[in-house]
Protein backbone atom coordinates (compact mmCIF):
# COMPACT_ATOMS: atom_id res chain seq x y z
CA UNK A 1 0.00 0.00 0.00
CA UNK A 2 1.43 3.70 -0.84
CA UNK A 3 1.97 5.70 1.75
CA UNK A 4 -0.12 8.52 -0.55
CA UNK A 5 -2.81 7.81 -2.13
CA UNK A 6 -4.86 10.02 -4.48
CA UNK A 7 -8.42 9.88 -6.03
CA UNK A 8 -9.49 9.51 -8.04
CA UNK A 9 -6.64 8.18 -10.52
CA UNK A 10 -8.81 10.07 -13.59
CA UNK A 11 -11.40 12.40 -13.45
CA UNK A 12 -13.60 13.78 -16.84
CA UNK A 13 -15.84 16.86 -16.26
CA UNK A 14 -17.31 19.00 -18.15
CA UNK A 15 -15.57 23.17 -18.30
CA UNK A 16 -17.24 25.07 -15.10
CA UNK A 17 -17.78 22.59 -12.99
CA UNK A 18 -16.44 22.58 -9.28
CA UNK A 19 -13.64 19.85 -9.01
CA UNK A 20 -12.31 18.24 -6.05
CA UNK A 21 -8.92 16.03 -5.74
CA UNK A 22 -7.85 13.62 -2.41
CA UNK A 23 -5.06 13.01 -1.10
CA UNK A 24 -4.72 10.40 1.96
CA UNK A 25 -1.52 9.88 3.58
CA UNK A 26 -0.26 7.33 6.48
CA UNK A 27 2.67 8.71 7.27
CA UNK A 28 3.20 11.62 9.87
CA UNK A 29 3.97 14.58 7.81
CA UNK A 30 5.03 18.22 8.33
CA UNK A 31 3.74 19.37 5.25
CA UNK A 32 1.92 18.44 1.99
CA UNK A 33 3.08 19.58 -1.59
CA UNK A 34 0.36 19.69 -4.69
CA UNK A 35 2.24 19.35 -8.35
CA UNK A 36 0.56 19.84 -11.90
CA UNK A 37 2.25 18.30 -14.41
CA UNK A 38 0.56 19.23 -18.46
CA UNK A 39 0.80 16.90 -20.90
CA UNK A 40 4.22 16.02 -21.97
CA UNK A 41 5.03 18.98 -19.87
CA UNK A 42 6.83 19.95 -16.52
CA UNK A 43 6.08 19.78 -12.69
CA UNK A 44 4.73 22.83 -11.29
CA UNK A 45 4.50 23.70 -7.89
CA UNK A 46 1.17 24.60 -6.91
CA UNK A 47 1.28 25.12 -3.38
CA UNK A 48 2.33 23.69 0.07
CA UNK A 49 0.75 23.98 3.11
CA UNK A 50 0.76 22.23 6.99
CA UNK A 51 -2.38 23.65 7.83
CA UNK A 52 -5.67 24.82 6.59
CA UNK A 53 -6.30 26.48 3.62
CA UNK A 54 -4.22 28.40 0.79
CA UNK A 55 -5.91 29.96 -2.28
CA UNK A 56 -4.28 30.69 -5.31
CA UNK A 57 -6.86 32.23 -8.34
CA UNK A 58 -9.27 29.70 -8.90
CA UNK A 59 -7.09 26.83 -6.80
CA UNK A 60 -7.82 26.02 -3.41
CA UNK A 61 -5.91 23.21 -1.02
CA UNK A 62 -6.94 22.45 2.31
CA UNK A 63 -5.36 20.11 4.97
CA UNK A 64 -6.58 18.13 8.13
CA UNK A 65 -3.84 17.11 10.10
CA UNK A 66 -5.60 15.04 12.10
CA UNK A 67 -7.42 12.64 9.49
CA UNK A 68 -4.38 12.57 7.02
CA UNK A 69 -6.06 14.39 4.40
CA UNK A 70 -5.59 16.87 1.97
CA UNK A 71 -8.02 18.33 -1.15
CA UNK A 72 -7.63 20.64 -3.96
CA UNK A 73 -10.43 22.46 -5.48
CA UNK A 74 -10.95 23.86 -8.97
CA UNK A 75 -13.52 26.43 -8.85
CA UNK A 76 -15.01 26.83 -12.53
CA UNK A 77 -12.82 24.47 -14.17
CA UNK A 78 -11.32 25.19 -17.65
CA UNK A 79 -9.92 22.56 -20.44
CA UNK A 80 -6.41 24.59 -19.97
CA UNK A 81 -6.60 23.12 -16.23
CA UNK A 82 -6.41 18.98 -17.47
CA UNK A 83 -3.16 18.19 -16.15
CA UNK A 84 -2.27 15.62 -13.91
CA UNK A 85 -2.00 16.98 -10.33
CA UNK A 86 0.26 15.12 -7.86
CA UNK A 87 0.23 15.42 -3.92
CA UNK A 88 3.25 14.42 -2.05
CA UNK A 89 4.41 14.29 1.44
CA UNK A 90 7.03 16.10 2.98
CA UNK A 91 7.52 13.90 6.36
CA UNK A 92 7.77 14.88 9.74
CA UNK A 93 11.48 14.27 10.47
CA UNK A 94 13.02 17.90 10.62
CA UNK A 95 15.70 17.94 8.41
CA UNK A 96 14.40 14.92 5.90
CA UNK A 97 13.61 16.79 2.99
CA UNK A 98 12.38 13.26 0.42
CA UNK A 99 8.81 13.84 -0.53
CA UNK A 100 6.65 10.53 -0.97
CA UNK A 101 4.72 11.10 -4.37
CA UNK A 102 1.19 10.02 -4.81
CA UNK A 103 0.58 8.57 -8.12
CA UNK A 104 -1.53 11.18 -9.95
CA UNK A 105 -4.63 12.29 -10.96
CA UNK A 106 -5.44 12.93 -14.43
CA UNK A 107 -8.00 15.74 -15.19
CA UNK A 108 -9.88 16.00 -18.34
CA UNK A 109 -11.49 19.13 -18.82
CA UNK A 110 -14.11 18.87 -21.67
CA UNK A 111 -15.34 22.15 -23.35
CA UNK B 1 16.07 33.95 -13.98
CA UNK B 2 16.04 30.77 -15.42
CA UNK B 3 14.95 28.87 -12.53
CA UNK B 4 15.97 25.04 -12.86
CA UNK B 5 17.93 24.10 -16.30
CA UNK B 6 18.20 20.91 -17.63
CA UNK B 7 20.35 18.98 -20.71
CA UNK B 8 19.65 17.44 -22.82
CA UNK B 9 15.58 17.75 -23.17
CA UNK B 10 15.88 14.18 -25.42
CA UNK B 11 18.80 11.29 -25.53
CA UNK B 12 18.28 7.76 -27.24
CA UNK B 13 20.72 5.76 -25.95
CA UNK B 14 21.91 2.18 -26.92
CA UNK B 15 22.70 -0.82 -23.98
CA UNK B 16 26.03 -0.32 -22.78
CA UNK B 17 26.74 3.44 -23.64
CA UNK B 18 26.74 5.90 -20.53
CA UNK B 19 25.88 9.40 -20.48
CA UNK B 20 25.81 12.50 -17.62
CA UNK B 21 22.17 14.36 -17.72
CA UNK B 22 23.41 17.84 -16.25
CA UNK B 23 20.87 19.92 -14.12
CA UNK B 24 21.65 23.92 -12.95
CA UNK B 25 19.53 25.97 -10.63
CA UNK B 26 20.19 29.32 -9.62
CA UNK B 27 17.37 29.84 -7.14
CA UNK B 28 20.37 30.05 -4.40
CA UNK B 29 19.08 26.76 -2.80
CA UNK B 30 20.93 24.06 -0.98
CA UNK B 31 18.76 21.07 -1.82
CA UNK B 32 18.94 19.27 -5.56
CA UNK B 33 17.46 16.14 -6.23
CA UNK B 34 16.88 13.71 -9.25
CA UNK B 35 13.69 11.91 -9.56
CA UNK B 36 12.52 8.91 -12.50
CA UNK B 37 8.74 9.00 -13.62
CA UNK B 38 7.61 6.14 -15.12
CA UNK B 39 4.04 5.49 -16.53
CA UNK B 40 1.85 4.40 -13.89
CA UNK B 41 4.61 4.60 -11.11
CA UNK B 42 4.58 7.92 -10.14
CA UNK B 43 7.84 10.22 -9.49
CA UNK B 44 10.85 8.00 -7.72
CA UNK B 45 13.75 9.59 -6.24
CA UNK B 46 17.12 8.48 -7.52
CA UNK B 47 19.45 10.57 -5.56
CA UNK B 48 19.44 13.57 -3.72
CA UNK B 49 21.99 16.40 -2.41
CA UNK B 50 21.30 18.44 0.96
CA UNK B 51 24.25 20.42 0.24
CA UNK B 52 27.59 21.04 -1.95
CA UNK B 53 29.51 18.04 -1.52
CA UNK B 54 26.88 15.83 0.30
CA UNK B 55 24.65 12.69 -1.62
CA UNK B 56 22.76 10.68 -0.69
CA UNK B 57 20.84 7.68 -2.18
CA UNK B 58 17.10 7.69 -2.40
CA UNK B 59 14.69 4.68 -3.86
CA UNK B 60 16.00 3.54 -6.98
CA UNK B 61 19.96 4.31 -6.76
CA UNK B 62 21.49 1.64 -8.51
CA UNK B 63 22.84 2.22 -12.37
CA UNK B 64 23.06 5.54 -11.47
CA UNK B 65 25.96 8.14 -10.09
CA UNK B 66 25.76 11.90 -9.31
CA UNK B 67 28.00 14.54 -8.60
CA UNK B 68 27.17 17.86 -6.85
CA UNK B 69 29.35 19.89 -8.52
CA UNK B 70 28.93 23.14 -6.43
CA UNK B 71 25.75 24.76 -5.29
CA UNK B 72 23.95 25.43 -8.25
CA UNK B 73 24.89 22.06 -10.39
CA UNK B 74 23.93 18.15 -9.80
CA UNK B 75 24.57 15.60 -12.78
CA UNK B 76 23.24 12.22 -12.75
CA UNK B 77 25.81 10.00 -14.58
CA UNK B 78 24.44 6.09 -16.22
CA UNK B 79 27.30 4.77 -16.64
CA UNK B 80 26.10 1.68 -18.50
CA UNK B 81 22.75 2.12 -20.11
CA UNK B 82 20.12 -0.44 -19.85
CA UNK B 83 16.84 -0.51 -21.34
CA UNK B 84 15.07 0.20 -18.10
CA UNK B 85 16.56 3.07 -17.48
CA UNK B 86 14.32 4.44 -20.28
CA UNK B 87 12.45 6.73 -18.69
CA UNK B 88 12.11 10.84 -18.20
CA UNK B 89 14.27 12.02 -15.72
CA UNK B 90 13.56 15.42 -14.09
CA UNK B 91 16.23 17.16 -11.51
CA UNK B 92 14.45 19.59 -8.48
CA UNK B 93 15.58 21.67 -5.92
CA UNK B 94 14.22 23.16 -2.70
CA UNK B 95 15.42 26.03 -0.13
CA UNK B 96 14.44 26.59 3.57
CA UNK B 97 10.94 26.14 2.83
CA UNK B 98 11.51 22.49 1.69
CA UNK B 99 8.99 23.48 -1.79
CA UNK B 100 10.20 21.78 -4.76
CA UNK B 101 10.91 23.47 -8.15
CA UNK B 102 11.33 21.14 -10.79
CA UNK B 103 13.74 21.85 -14.18
CA UNK B 104 11.76 20.73 -17.75
CA UNK B 105 12.54 17.22 -18.18
CA UNK B 106 14.62 14.87 -19.86
CA UNK B 107 13.22 11.84 -22.02
CA UNK B 108 15.79 9.14 -22.24
CA UNK B 109 15.07 5.84 -24.20
CA UNK B 110 17.18 3.08 -23.77
CA UNK B 111 17.70 0.75 -26.66
Known amino acids: KNEVEQSPQNLTAQEGEFITINCSYSVGISALHWLQQHPGGGIVSLFM???GKKKHGRLIATINIQEKHSSLHITASHPRDSAVYIC?????????????FGTGTRLTIIP | NAGVTQTPKFQVLKTGQSMTLQCAQDMNHNSMYWYRQDPGMGLRLIYY???????DKGEVPNGYNVSRLNKREFSLRLESAAPSQTSVYFCATSGRTYEQYFGPGTRLTVT
Open chain 1, 49 to 51: LSS
Open chain 2, 49 to 55: SASEGTT
Open chain 1, 88 to 100: AALPHNFGNEKLT
